[in-house]
């Protein structure tokens, strides 16, 4: 079978302002990725935009009506410090949900092995009631929870390999011992949680913070020691990733130096773990990733491990 890619050009209308690191361009990278062999014989598909009952599956009610309340007409609405909405927000914020949910229908549907969603904006600091650190609605948890409310799954595992850990992923987990979550990231660095003592219920959170500077060496231990075991274990029935390419080495937000080959190995690893517990089926979403150049290298190592696992 295939790959499938879930993108939406109304992910490009949400605008956050000048200067904002997280910007229009990073998804136009991602699409130009998207155009080069191997990728362009990919399936496309529009990303719909997400309902307000699959949003609240992991957000107060209250807050998704606030968001879809304060979509400006003209000019900006300030969510928090650095998230922000532009008049073309409403769409992109619903489909970069949207997307997710789309693509665990598409994958627990047996019309792809594993599938892409690239869009933004980010989603993995957006807490139940709280939008952060560029992120609205949390989408990879949105399409979590709609896999086990539409699916009849049980056993849901997230990895989060952005260099920031997720928090908004695991305040929706923590609490139940079904739902499993694991981040790589550095730290310090925003915002400032991800400790390993924060285990969740069960031990069903897993945290590996790795200090600024960490390289492949320590990010390849990171995740064999502390994050493949504990997936492995945890036995999902889908693993959803929080494909975020800011750990690289360009990114001007962090201080990680991983290249793309250590985006592709990582990959490769999780796709072990899906294969022996769920037929390899794999659902990624775009999360961070601030260099142009350093994005286009991730995604596209990301890809082509994602590709091979198909
Ligand atoms: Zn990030």
Known sequence: MTT???THPDCLGHDTG???PERPERLDT?????EQEPFRRLERRPAPEATVEQLARVHERAYVDAVLAAMPETGYARLDADTLLSPGSRSGVLRAAGSVVAAVDAVLGGEADNAFCAVRPCGHHA???RAMGFCVFNNIA???LHARAQHGLTRIAVVDFDVHHGNGTQAMFADDANLFFASTHQ???YPGTGHPEERGVAGNIVNAPLPPFSGSVEFRRAMERDILPALDSFA???????AGFDAHARDPLAQLQLTGADFEWATRQLALVADRHCGGKIVSALEGGYDMTGLAEGCASHLQALMRAA
């Open 236 to 242: 999902p029935e889908l693993l959803l990733i929080s």
């Open 4 to 6: 499938l890619i879930f």
């Open 127 to 129: 807490e139940p009631a």
């Open 18 to 20: 000048p200067g904002h």
């Open 142 to 144: 949105v399409g979590a």
């Open 30 to 34: 991602v699409l130009q990725v998207l």
């Open 187 to 189: 730290s310090p660095l």
